[in-house]
């Protein structure tokens, strides 16, 4: 049996070997025993990741690649999730323990994927997986760039991002009609924040609404002090702030409050 591509779970199963052995390589297997498969499909990156010195867990939303892997992966069916990745409490299965993700992730929920991946980066020391090229660029791109967002800023405050290979359309079923970009997120030593951690993600988020503003425009629903905002960092677009910057602007924007 082979499983039908579904539109509305943004499915394009990986038919290139060669491409899926690559993806499953970007994985270090340093500092973690389980690793996470996001959205499996028929298991062509599955096949590669259970060779491997690790445990894998599988999570796939739909149920007709739930009965394929259960009967073409004999030996992984106990760690088949049939679950929604973004609702479902991992901690059911990893009970704080440590684990890596990995993946082709679903275009249409990749930037969602990320966000749940960095609220869990206590126990997610590495990420890679394939995305839709310009979310990939989007993520590893640095200040000054004009993709540079929210995305970029947030993982890039606890990861270090490698942009690392581009897929193009033709290696998948059915092909999308953009090309894929590769990425590997691997967590800093320290990847604590010296400044208030809901503030920054605040910080980072007003700011990039309005992303054509200064910084002093943009986040006026601070109340910030005239005193504060005649600071120079002020006069500056988001895009501008490296992340060390958002750290000191959070910081700064702390002690005026």
């Known amino acids: 049996m082979t499983v039908k591509a579904k539109k509305h779970l943004g499915q394009h199963f990986l038919n290139d070997e ?13 500092g973690y025993q389980n690793v996470l498969e996001i959205g499996p499909g028929m298991g062509v990156l599955t096949k590669y990741l259970v060779k491997k010195n690790i445990t894998t867990y599988v999570i796939e939303i739909d149920p007709e690649s739930v009965t394929y892997l259960k009967a073409n992966y004999l030996n992984l069916a106990p760690r088949i999730l049939e679950q929604d990745f973004l609702k479902y409490d991992l901690n059911t299965v990893f009970k704080n323990q440590p684990f890596a993700i990995i993946g082709n992730f679903p275009y249409n929920i990749s930037s969602q994927i990320v966000f749940k991946a960095l609220k869990m980066r206590n126990q997610i020391p590495e990420f890679s997986g394939m995305f ?41 079923s059915p092909p999308p009609k953009v090309d894929s970009g590769v990425l590997r997120l691997t967590r800093k030593e320290d990847f604590s924040l010296p400044c208030d951690e809901t503030l920054f993600f605040k910080v980072v988020k007003t700011g990039f609404q309005q992303r054509r503003k200064t910084l002093r425009n943009s986040l006026k629903t601070f109340n910030l002090s005239d005193n504060l905002k005649a600071n120079s960092i002020f006069g500056k677009r988001p895009e501008q702030l490296s992340v060390q910057e958002f750290i000191k602007l959070t910081q700064l924007i702390a002690e005026d409050s």
């Open 18 to 30: 060669s491409v899926a052995q690559k993806i499953a390589d970007t994985l270090s297997l340093q």
């Open 132 to 172: 839709q090229k310009e979310v990939a660029q989007r993520i590893c791109s640095k200040e000054g760039s004009k993709i540079y967002g929210i995305l970029s800023v947030l993982t890039q405050a606890f990861y270090e991002a490698e942009y690392l290979f581009t897929v193009p359309p033709n290696v998948f």
